[in-house]
């Protein structure tokens, strides 16, 4: 709504504004007036748009009060407050504009029309240089990219916990899925130590349309998302930050995360990334909806196949067979430690996979003595050892050494006698790393499209569930990270007795 035309010498405020811009600065009173009675004040209210991208706007716009924001497709690129100045290019002439102005909350505007440097009797050309230097730092202004567009993040993606093949394409798919429903989509560079840390660096835009990538490209932290379907790794995401079990680094997060408007949480990760969520989203708003992605290659979140499960079989039972060939060619008998911190799922089916002698997991006992008697006959064997295998047992007796060992211990104690060659094996950490495989980059869309379907019906709390072609959702409260294994493929996994 136009206010006035014209700043008369009773408009204040307005007179104040545009004398601490040094506008004024060697007018005479008369060229003031002249100045003045050029000049257009406009109000706005919450929500109203200023201008539309294309819209022909022939001025240069000076917030005088409110808040103001700059939109490139609806994402927010530059926040405008008191005294900054937008529609900079319209003090040359009426040009379109490549964006959308709206105002955040109610507030007002000066308008210098671009008219004002056509006419020179007005002030003169030696007032008309002066008047485009003052114009002159808002313009570098102009061309200089900003991070305002962290200000107002929409979602945000938080990744933490141990690398699983499909993190990246997890992120990809989410993207994709929830930009097509209009969401605007955002990363913790670094996990949740990111969240605590909360500076514009910490943060990353992901976009999945390319038209939309090639507008923004040239702000810093914008990332084309489609790029990482099928990458390896987990690019956005630190080492394990258990800190983030304090009180007040959690605290210090949800003040961050409510500074930056943040409307939508999505955790991606296993059971340290679940643990931390549990407790984080005590600190968090009712109105800001949180969901959790199992990412996880030990499959240790019941309930759901997670993120990294199929491509980590595929690779850890290929290893497994490698040890099996050597192991027949060199009469060894190989202990191998492999992932599986609690249900032992990716030792398990690696071990079957292969064809391996054994697997041994948390939770379950074993007859050492039949074991022993089983090797003394053979002349090969691979047995494998998840990780979490008797985990409180190792370190209340002050094991050092890793599961492979603690089990080849075992059997020490227990009279192992074999003309074999033992070797124990470490864990193989290398399988993080590997390229998700097809069925892992499936179940990311999968889950990608539940959370987005989840996220329009208002839901909150939950975590996406698939078997296979069925999708689910889990509550918050019902989740456990102590995930079961099926005791028909436990009997599979031993040859020996």
């Known amino acids: ?48 748009i200023a201008f539309e991208n294309g819209d022909q706007i022939g001025a240069a716009i000076i917030v005088q009060s409110g808040e103001f924001v700059y939109e490139l497709y609806e994402r927010i690129s530059t926040i405008y407050k008191s005294g900054d100045v937008f529609g900079i290019q319209g003090v040359f002439a009426e040009k379109p504009q490549g964006g959308r102005v709206r105002a955040v909350t109610g507030g007002k505007v000066v308008c210098i029309k671009h008219e004002l440097f056509q006419r020179p009797d007005i002030l003169g050309p030696a007032q008309m240089v002066n008047l485009f230097l003052r114009f002159q730092h808002y313009f570098k202004n102009f061309y200089k990219a900003n991070s305002d567009v962290f200000n107002y993040i929409d979602v945000l993606i938080v990744q933490d916990g141990g690398c699983a093949p499909g993190k990246n394409s997890m992120i990809a798919f989410l993207t994709e899925y929830l930009e097509r429903a209009g969401r605007k989509v955002f990363v913790a560079a670094q996990g949740y130590r990111s969240l605590v840390n909360g500076a514009d660096s910490d943060f990353r835009c992901l976009i999945d349309d390319p038209k939309i990538f090639a507008a923004l490209d040239h702000v810093p932290g914008v990332i084309h998302a489609r790029n990482l379907r099928d990458a390896r790794g987990a690019d956005f995401r630190s080492e394990r930050f258990p800190e983030f079990r304090e009180l007040k680094l959690q605290q210090q997060a949800a003040s961050n995360a409510i500074k930056r408007h943040v409307k939508m949480l999505v955790a991606i990760g296993g059971n340290g990334t679940f643990g931390g969520l549990r407790d984080f989203v005590k600190l968090l708003p009712d109105s800001m909806q949180i969901f959790f992605i199992p990412a996880t290659i030990d499959s240790d979140v019941l309930g759901s196949d997670t993120i990294g499960q199929y491509t980590g079989v595929e690779v850890g039972a290929e290893k497994v067979r490698c040890y099996l060939a050597d192991a027949q060619t060199h009469h060894r008998c190989y202990i191998v430690e492999m992932m599986g911190a609690m249900g032992g799922y990716h030792a398990l089916h690696s071990c079957v996979g292969a064809g391996a002698h054994l697997a041994v997991l948390p939770g379950h006992q074993y007859n050492l003595h039949a074991i022993n008697k089983a090797l003394s006959e053979m002349d090969n064997a691979v047995i494998v050892v998840a990780e ?13 050494g890793n599961a492979a060992e603690f089990f080849r211990d075992e059997l020490i104690n227990a009279g192992l006698n074999t003309r074999m060659k033992v070797i124990c094996e470490p864990f193989s950490r290398d399988i993080r790393g590997a390229t998700p495989n097809n069925l892992d980059i499936t179940l990311a869309q999968s889950m990608a499209s539940k959370v987005a379907e989840m996220a329009a019906e208002g839901k909150t709390k939950l975590m996406p569930s698939v078997r296979g072609l069925i999708q689910g959702e889990i509550p918050f409260e019902e989740i456990t990270t102590n995930n079961s294994v099926s005791i028909e493929y436990v009997k599979l996994a031993n040859r020996l007795y």
């Open 1 to 48: 709504m136009i206010l006035r035309n014209g700043i008369g010498s009773d408009d204040v405020e307005s007179r104040k504004l545009l004398n601490d811009m040094k506008f004024f600065e060697g007018m005479s009173d008369s060229e003031i007036e002249k100045f003045c009675s050029l000049l257009l004040v406009q109000e706005y209210s919450a929500g109203e």
């Open 388 to 400: 979490g295998y008797k985990k409180e047992e190792r370190k209340n007796s002050g094991h050092t």
